[in-house]
Each structure stands twice: as C-alpha cells, then as structure tokens.
C-alpha cells in the first residue's frame, strides 16, 4: 500500500472521531470536531497531491478517492441531522444522488471504463466540505467559545447556522445537477446492453 492510498482510506476513520467528537460534551470537544475535519480535507488534498507527484495514479486510488470522499461526507451530514441542524430529506436527496453515481462507476468499471470526478462533481463536494464546516464552526461557537462570555457570540452563532443552511441547500443544488451531468454524459456506457 503506497502513501496516496493510506492517506485516501485514512478518511474513513476520521469520520468516526469527528462525529464522535461533534456529540460529545467535554471541553474543547467541538473545537477538536473542528480541526479533524480540517486534517480529513488536508489527508484529501494530500493523496491526490503526492499521487501525482509519485506518479501512482492508479484505477484504485481514482475510485477510493471518491468513496472516501462520499463516506466522510455522508457520515458528517447523518451526525448533523441527528444533532438537528440540517433536515433528513435534504441529506437522502444527497445519498440517493451519491449512491446513484458510485452505482454508475462501478458498471463503468465492470466495461474498462473510469469514470473520473467531473468539474461539477468537484464544485458539489467543495460546496458540501463548507457547508458541513459551517456547522462544524457553529458548533464551536456555541460549546466552547461561548464558555468565554462574548457579547457578539449569539449573532456569530446565527450567522454561521444560516450560512451553512445556505450552503447546504446550495450544496444539495450542486449535488444533484453533477449527478444529472454524470448521467447525461455516461448514461449510454452504463445503461447499454453491451458488455
């Protein structure tokens, strides 16, 4: 296993500290929640960087990549329907999208075919990453920063919760318009008959 790839299946673990970290109740937990998700971003950065200075771009890591990316991300909006920021129905329209396209690259692969993250499907996962980082904020606002007595922190705390209602309604927008380009430009590839 190369360095790309350890940084790649890293992510998976890191959502379960970060959503455990987002329910806690000890100081600062929020605060960690915070920077775990930050690392998970740099560990996403990171494989895709050293990948292709390595030159160990591989068919595994191209579709990892995204897996990870899907459970990380998936994971954090399930805590935050639990935790009651965001609604269920909104988090479903994403998992059906998100399954829908994994579903689509794996027939892909099963004819040789990659199908690689399109522009739109980068745009839905940078708008995803600050709307769950939005929350993750709120949330350090209101448990730890708040224990400090700041007179503005009730509106800061507003701000960042409807900014991240913002951006995930926007995220969920950009979620589904990448699936539906993905499907119009492998739908053929994936629903033909042809083996």
């Not at 500290?17 to 929640?33: E, K, N, P, T």
Request: net charge neutral.
């Amino acid at each position: 296993m190369n360095l790309p790839n350890i940084l790649t299946l890293a992510r998976i673990p890191m959502m379960f500290i970060i959503v455990y970290l987002m329910r806690a109740d000890f100081q600062w937990a929020a605060m960690a929640a915070f920077w775990a998700f930050v690392f998970a971003g740099i560990t996403d950065w990171a494989d895709g960087y050293f990948a292709r200075k390595m030159n160990l771009v591989s068919n595994f890591g191209i579709l990892m990549d995204a897996l990870t990316d899907k459970i990380l991300m998936l994971g954090l909006m399930i805590a935050l329907v639990e935790i009651e920021r965001v609604h269920i129905f909104l988090v479903l329209l994403i998992l059906g999208r998100e399954f829908m396209i994994t579903g689509m690259r794996l027939v892909a692969a099963t004819k040789g075919v990659v199908v690689s993250a399109e522009s739109s499907g980068k745009q839905k996962t940078v708008t995803q990453i600050l709307a769950v980082g939005a929350f993750l904020l709120q949330d350090v606002v209101v448990k730890d920063l708040s224990r400090f007595g700041f007179s503005f922190e009730e509106t800061v705390e507003r701000s960042l919760y409807w900014l991240g209602m913002g951006l995930f309604v926007l995220c969920v927008f950009m979620t589904l318009y990448s699936g539906y380009k993905y499907f119009v430009k492998y739908g053929v590839l994936v629903f033909s008959e042809d083996k």
